[in-house]
């Protein structure tokens, strides 16, 4: 569902009864005389909706965490905020940007519209950025070369389950995170798509090695080794980006995880 053409379309609509009303038939009514349904219930909405639509497609927009492709760092029901100019402000519906501001950076938290399916949005964390070459090589992460040192924390047991994965801490950039991973996964990278610019990765039994087009990221989620992300899909274009997720403000199962993210 595209909330986003929803809203404009009702802004449009009740602005268009709120502008009759103003101008034309408020003019024409008795001082005393009771408000016509049209108004009560379109024109006297139009402020809300507008307000509504402003804040959500130039500020900040709510998501809800659907999986569990970043635990530990987001759970499954934690309702964040998403900062919609950090990248830069966009036309709403289009999504064009209009004005420039700060280009992701290595460790952000993301949200973009996911590249195979642009009316689904998805939440991973930035890893690759324009230009680099991001190794996913026998579960270690290396950039341009470089390993990205990671150190040991005690094993992340999910929720109530008997069920441990294990757990490290790494820096990208200057976002120092934690992700998991599961010791008895394969390395090799599964279902894998056909998606554009595939020729810059290549794949074997130990994972991935791609370099990122330019105007493109690499994303992965957190728990690494229950993510479906740039290594089984591909690149999130410049144009697919939504916002920066920077805070936790409910969770209906933990109240003590609200503000826990930024």
């Known amino acids: 569902m595209n909330f986003a053409l929803i809203l404009f379309v009702l802004s449009v609509v009740t602005g268009i009864l ?25 024109a006297d909405f139009f402020p809300v909706i507008l307000l509504v639509f402003v804040l959500r497609s130039f500020l900040f927009e709510p998501f809800k965490i659907p999986s569990g492709s970043m635990i530990p760092t987001l759970l499954v029901g934690d309702f964040i905020l998403v900062n919609k100019f ?43 950025l324009p230009g680099d070459t991001v190794a996913y090589v026998n579960k270690k992460l290396s950039i341009n070369g470089n390993p990205v040192p990671a150190q040991n924390l005690p094993d992340y047991q999910h929720g109530e389950r008997l069920y441990y994965s294990q757990q490290f801490s790494e820096k990208l950039g200057e976002t120092e995170h934690r992700f998991l991973t599961d010791a008895d996964a394969p390395a090799y990278i599964q279902g894998v798509d056909f998606f554009p610019h595939r020729e810059n990765c290549t794949y074997n039994a130990s994972g991935v090695i791609c370099k990122v087009p330019p105007g493109h990221y690499f994303m992965m989620g957190d728990n690494r080794d229950n993510s479906r992300d740039s290594r089984a899909w591909g690149f999130v274009p410049e144009q697919n980006i939504v916002g920066k997720a920077f805070f936790i403000w409910l969770n209906f199962n933990d109240f003590g995880r609200i503000g826990a993210f930024k």
């Open 86 to 128: 950090t990248y830069g402000i966009r036309l709403p519906v289009l999504n064009t940007k209009i004005i420039a501001l700060n280009a992701p950076k290595r460790g952000d938290v993301m949200v973009f519209r996911y590249p195979e399916d642009p009316s689904l949005d998805y939440i991973k964390r930035v890893v690759g």
């Open 18 to 42: 709120y502008a009759l009303d103003v101008f034309k038939f408020r003019k024409l009514r008795a001082a005393d005389a009771a408000q016509p349904l049209w108004v009560a219930w379109g």
